[in-house]
Every structure is written in structure tokens, then in C-alpha cells.
């Protein structure tokens, strides 16, 4: 679990980008990254690759100097049997320095099941059957990946919180989509790949949904800016 000394860095750089993101960002880039200027691939579903998600990856280009390419398909999950699946996009990716699998909420939404995060890996001889659940989807991408670009940086952003029902928002809702966060937090920590805890350090609650949200599932342009500063102070300096 991440110290509370790495969240309250997290936080004074959620501060900072969005108080930089209020004034001019283009004037502003954050050239002393790591990251700055790299290419970038985007895997996920709906969440991620919406027209309103324009709002927060602006920011990134912005403020980061990055280029972006989408492979996100909207109704897509990491199990294969959940759309146009993580995997497949993955399979179809070409080599970039950045990586980030952004996790929906359609494996959640669509009961697939969740499974150990050892589903897929040398842990169990990478069974194939182990690609139906969430778990072993992410793992597949991640090796995937890697034989794709051995040099590869692979970030992750969990789930968002979603307000269909209880169990998209509440952390605490037996069988909830935390638990489904959860396990992408430790297939991450497996494999030492840093995340973004969005379900957490989103800041959406049930007060401030019709702010941020355009229906249950889906962030609004305003959502996302706020979504992307966020994501900006991760992928200048991710934890």
C-alpha cells in the first residue's frame, strides 16, 4: 500500500497542475519530467477514449509535451470476453516509450469475473482459460507489452468511481468495483508498475456528481479537466 508521504506528494501535485492548468498551461510545461516529450499509447474503454476525455489529455500534451495515440473502444473490459478487449488492442499497439492501460468499469458493470492476480502468469503456466477474468486480462497486456518493447514504461489509472449503483462508489460495498481496483492495484505492485489510484484520489463523490458527471459512468469535459490534473502530476513524476 502506498505511504501517506507518497499521497501527500501526489497531492501537492494535483495542486500545483491544477493551479499552473488555471493560467496559461502552454507556458507552463513541465520540461524537468522524466516523461516530457514522450510518445504515448492509450488502451481502455469508453472512459477513455470519450470525445470529453479530449479535456484531460490536452493537458497532457499541454503541460507534458507528449504525443498520443488511442486504441481505446468503447464497452471494452481486460477480460476477452468483455468487447474489443484490452488484449486486442494491445495485440494491435505499436512501439511507443509510454504504455497506460486505463481501466473501465465494464468488467465490473458486466459481472466478468474478477479473478486471482496470479490468473496468467508463470504462477499457473499462463493458462489460457485465465483470460476470461479481469486479472488475467491485465496480465496478458502487461506481457504483451513487453515483448512488444522490452524498453517499455507501463503505467496504469484504475477505475473511476461510478454512481449506478452503491457498489460503483461506495469503498466499502461488499463485492463493490473496489474490489475490482484492488486487483488491479496488485497485479501493478507484482510487476512494479506504477498506478493511479483514481477511484481514491479522484475526489467525485455523491455531492459533487452532477458537476463532473454527464450520466453515471462517464465524466464531463469539466470532470475530466479535473480528472487531468491529476493525471498530469502522476505522469510528471509517477509514485
Same mark, same amino acid.
Given at each position: 500500500?502506498?505511504?501517506?508521504?507518497? =499521497? /501527500?506528494? $501526489?497531492?501537492?501535485?494535483?495542486?500545483?497542475?491544477?493551479?499552473?492548468?488555471?493560467? !496559461?498551461?502552454?507556458?507552463?510545461? $513541465?520540461?524537468?519530467?522524466?516523461?516530457?516529450?514522450?510518445? $504515448?499509447?492509450?488502451?481502455? #474503454?469508453?472512459?477513455?477514449?470519450?470525445?470529453?476525455?479530449?479535456?484531460?489529455?490536452? /493537458?497532457?500534451?499541454?503541460? /507534458? #509535451?507528449?504525443? *498520443?495515440? !488511442?486504441?481505446?473502444?468503447?464497452?471494452?473490459?481486460?477480460?476477452?470476453?468483455?468487447?474489443?478487449?484490452?488484449?486486442?488492442?494491445?495485440?494491435?499497439? %505499436?512501439?511507443?516509450?509510454?504504455?497506460?492501460?486505463?481501466?473501465?468499469?465494464?468488467?465490473?458493470?458486466? !459481472?466478468?469475473?474478477? %479473478?486471482?492476480?496470479?490468473? =496468467?502468469?508463470?504462477?499457473?503456466?499462463?493458462?489460457?482459460?485465465?483470460?476470461?477474468?479481469?486479472?488475467?486480462? *491485465?496480465?496478458?497486456? $502487461?506481457?504483451?507489452?513487453?515483448?512488444?518493447?522490452?524498453?517499455?514504461? *507501463?503505467?496504469?489509472?484504475?477505475?473511476?468511481?461510478?454512481?449506478?449503483?452503491?457498489?460503483?462508489?461506495?469503498? /466499502?460495498?461488499?463485492?463493490?468495483?473496489?474490489?475490482?481496483?484492488?486487483?488491479?492495484?496488485?497485479?501493478?505492485?507484482?510487476?512494479?508498475?506504477?498506478?493511479?489510484?483514481?477511484?481514491?484520489?479522484?475526489?467525485?463523490?455523491?455531492? !459533487?456528481?452532477?458537476?463532473?458527471?454527464?450520466?453515471?459512468?462517464?465524466?464531463?469535459?469539466?470532470?475530466?479537466?479535473?480528472? #487531468?490534473?491529476?493525471?498530469?502530476?502522476?505522469?510528471?513524476?509517477?509514485?
Amino acid at each position: 500500500m502506498k505511504s501517506i508521504t507518497n =499521497y /501527500l506528494l $501526489i497531492f501537492c501535485l494535483l495542486f500545483s497542475a491544477d493551479l499552473l492548468a488555471q493560467q !496559461n498551461p502552454a507556458k507552463n510545461p $513541465i520540461t524537468h519530467s522524466l516523461n516530457y516529450g514522450k510518445s $504515448i499509447a492509450v488502451f481502455g #474503454g469508453s472512459v477513455s477514449v470519450i470525445p470529453a476525455s479530449d479535456s484531460a489529455k490536452i /493537458l497532457w500534451e499541454e503541460r /507534458l #509535451g507528449m504525443t *498520443i495515440t !488511442n486504441y481505446g473502444v468503447p464497452g471494452a473490459g481486460f477480460s476477452s470476453l468483455q468487447g474489443k478487449s484490452l488484449q486486442q488492442q494491445v495485440d494491435e499497439a %505499436g512501439v511507443f516509450d509510454i504504455y497506460i492501460l486505463w481501466a473501465s468499469t465494464n468488467d465490473y458493470t458486466n !459481472n466478468r469475473e474478477n %479473478g486471482s492476480y496470479t490468473d =496468467y502468469t508463470t504462477f499457473d503456466g499462463f493458462n489460457p482459460e485465465k483470460l476470461k477474468t479481469q486479472a488475467g486480462g *491485465i496480465n496478458y497486456c $502487461i506481457k504483451k507489452i513487453y515483448e512488444l518493447n522490452p524498453n517499455a514504461t *507501463i503505467y496504469f489509472f484504475t477505475s473511476s468511481k461510478a454512481f449506478m449503483d452503491r457498489g460503483g462508489y461506495d469503498p /466499502l460495498e461488499p463485492n463493490g468495483m473496489v474490489s475490482y481496483v484492488n486487483m488491479q492495484k496488485k497485479i501493478c505492485e507484482l510487476h512494479g508498475i506504477p498506478y493511479l489510484d483514481q477511484f481514491t484520489l479522484g475526489g467525485y463523490n455523491s455531492y !459533487n456528481q452532477s458537476l463532473y458527471y454527464r450520466d453515471p459512468i462517464h465524466m464531463n469535459v469539466e470532470g475530466y479537466k479535473k480528472l #487531468g490534473a491529476l493525471q498530469v502530476a502522476f505522469l510528471a513524476f509517477p509514485q
